[in-house]
Every structure is written in C-alpha cells, then in structure tokens.
C-alpha cells in the first residue's frame, strides 16, 4: 500500500503516459495494476524487446499490466524477470514464424526507460509490465469438460514452446519446488517437536502419511538416474493461469510465468489433475464432494497429449497419472506440516484449517489410488488419439 502508481508505471516505455491505475483482484501472490494510457502521442517503439505489441486499441487509451513481485515467495526477482524475458522473448520470435496473430497476444515484457526488464523502487519493491491481453479471460474453476481440455492444451503447448530454448537452463526461483522428500524430512522434524499439540487430533492423516510415504522418492530416483528428462516447466499449472479467447474460449496464452524453471512435466499435469477435476473447494469440510470426476480428468489426458504427444517420452507418459498423486500428496504434506507447527505459511480463517485442507487433498489422492486403473488407461488412449506431429 502506499506507493506511487503513476511514478512507477512512468518508468516504463508505454504508449502515451499512465491516466488511471486500477488493482486486479483476481490473484493471490502479486499485487496487480491495469494502467491505461493515452496514446494520443506514440513514443517510437524502440529496437529490441519490451515495445512490440503495445499497439493503441482505438479511442486514443493502451492498457498494460503492471505486477509487483512478491518477494516473499520469489526471493530473486531478477532471476525471475530474467527467465521471463527470455521464455516470452522465444514464444514470441517462434509465433512470429508460425501463427503471427496469436503470436501478438502472448505476453510481452515491458522495458523500463534505461532498457531494464523492471523498475526497484525506493522502498525495494520490484516492478514489473506487461501488455495487456486484449479480449481475453481467465476462469477459477473448470466450467465444463472442454474448458480443462482446453487449459490443459495449453500448459502442453507451452513446454512444447520451451523444447528448444537456448542458452543455459532457466534460473531456479524456488529452489526445491517439488522436493518432495525434502518435503517429507521436514513433515518427521515438526512432528518430533509437535509444538502446538496437535498430533493427536490428526492421527488418522499421519499414518496416512507414513504409510504412502514411498510416494516421495519415485521422481526423484527417475530423475537422478536419467530416466526422466528436466524440462523447463510452469510450475503453476492452475487453470486461472491461462488466458482464454472471451468469444471462442480458445486458448490465447499462458501467464503467471514467475516459477518457470527446470523441473519435471509430469509435475505440470500432476498439479492440473490436482487443482481441474474436483470442482470442490480446497478447504472443503463435507469430503464426500471430494473425488476425481473421471471426466474431466479425461479431458485434461486429452488437452495435454494434444501438443505433448510429439515429444514427452514414454516414461514421462507412463507416470501423468502419478504426477497427480505425487502432487497431491505433496501439497497434502504441506497443509498437514503447517497443521502440526501452528499454521506459520498458510493463512488460516478458522480453527483446524489446515487440517480440513489435508483432509481434502488426502481424500483426493485416495481417489485417484482408486481410480489409477481407469486414469491410466484414459492417458493411454489419449495419447494413441494424439498427432503425430504438429507445427
Ligand atoms: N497481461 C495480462 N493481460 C490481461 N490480464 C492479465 C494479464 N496478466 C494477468 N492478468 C490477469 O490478472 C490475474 C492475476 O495475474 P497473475 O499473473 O496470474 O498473478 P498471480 O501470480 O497473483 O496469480 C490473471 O488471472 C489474469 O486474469
Ligand atoms: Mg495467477
């Protein structure tokens, strides 16, 4: 709070000068602004990234999008803003090639007037533009069975953007994202201690826990013994982090793109699968609406075999599936962790939060063992269904 919108969205090369800053509410870990210029005045777009789809949208006004970096989760935003420009920066040069117009409404950094990819203000902040996506929207929750296709698509698509990166693998910007036994280690040290007591209360979710631990390591071990590539993967795979056509709800671009990083794509369904196909709430009490609707899971193998088809190898697709349970079970490590050391990361709203959030997630990955079989199979024909090739 308190800081000077207008200065800072001034630091950027804009069309035209900042009029009115409005906050985005959707969005939980950056602040967000719509800035609207007018663009009566267009400085000459200047060479190099930062200027090039910004073009006025009529009635003299441009929007962009105006984010500060959270820097309690991301502790290096200039390796954050350094990935970005390159990930949008490759999007876009291949786009250019392939589908020009869809190519102009992926997202493009701003550069600050020094040709900088963000602005520090003087209390530290970092800032960051981008173009506003025109036309577009995004949706909390899979509406209907062809939206989470078409989310998944998307998230597919955007590895396939990433295969031929060059240049040195991206920044980690959150070391240990999906460290799932680092994760586990932590989980046995709070339990020792147990400092809030609460152990009791959550004994059924502990030996849970211990019981499917073996869960953790499988990843891990593919990865170390080369048997699962690293891939530069999003990491945030929520269906509200695409950005959707309002007219045709096809998919436009995919956004949020601050823990791209070298990781597994299995992690990417995985966390769809966890987050698409139970339209319940995370935090839900009543945990007979908490199951995989096998149909939406479908239509998510469906959507991410569309563009991954061409290139995920025959392990990776072999363990979608369990990228869902491994990725539930981890986040339903994390709240039962939080539950046990007296809720110090997540915000809670009422007593047992944290609790009622394991819950959910347990439940979830008890659906999804239950449901392995049919899933599985579901992923195999999708991926039989898939091109072969695709440009
Ligand atoms: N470039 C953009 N153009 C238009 N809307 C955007 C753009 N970037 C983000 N948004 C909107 O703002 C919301 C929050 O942005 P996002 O980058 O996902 O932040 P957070 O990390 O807080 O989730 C998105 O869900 C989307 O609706
Ligand atoms: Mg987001």
Known sequence: MGHDLKLIAGQFRTDGDPVDIVPVTVGHINDTYIVTTTAGICSPAAPGWGTRGTTPEGGGATRYLLQRINQIVFRQPPRVMANIVRITEHIRAKMAKTDPELGSRQLTVIATHDGGGYYTDADGNFWRMYNFIKHAVTYDTPRSAELAREAARMFGWFQRMLIDLPGPPLYDTIPGFHDTPRRFDYFQEILKTDVRNRAAKARTE?????????????????????????RSTHNDTKINNVMLDERTDKGVCVIDLDTVMPNLSVHD?????????????????DLSKIA???SLFDALAQGFAEETGVFLTPTEKNHLVF?????????????????????????????????????????LVQSMLKQEETMNGLVERAYADAPESTT
Not at 353 to 361: E, P
């Open 206 to 230: 502990i030996d849970f826990l211990f019981r499917n631990a073996a869960i953790c390591g499988v990843l891990p071990g593919l990865a170390e013994r080369g048997e699962i590539p690293i």
């Open 269 to 285: 369904f995985g966390d769809l699968v966890r987050t698409a196909t139970c339209p319940a709430a995370e935090d839900e009490c």
């Open 292 to 294: 995989v609707d096998i």
């Open 323 to 363: 990228g869902g349970i491994l990725i539930t079970f981890e986040q339903f490590i994390r709240f039962l962790t939080d539950y046990l050391a007296g809720d110090v990361y997540y915000k809670v709203h009422r007593e047992d939060h944290n609790l009622d959030r394991s819950r959910t997630q347990m439940k």
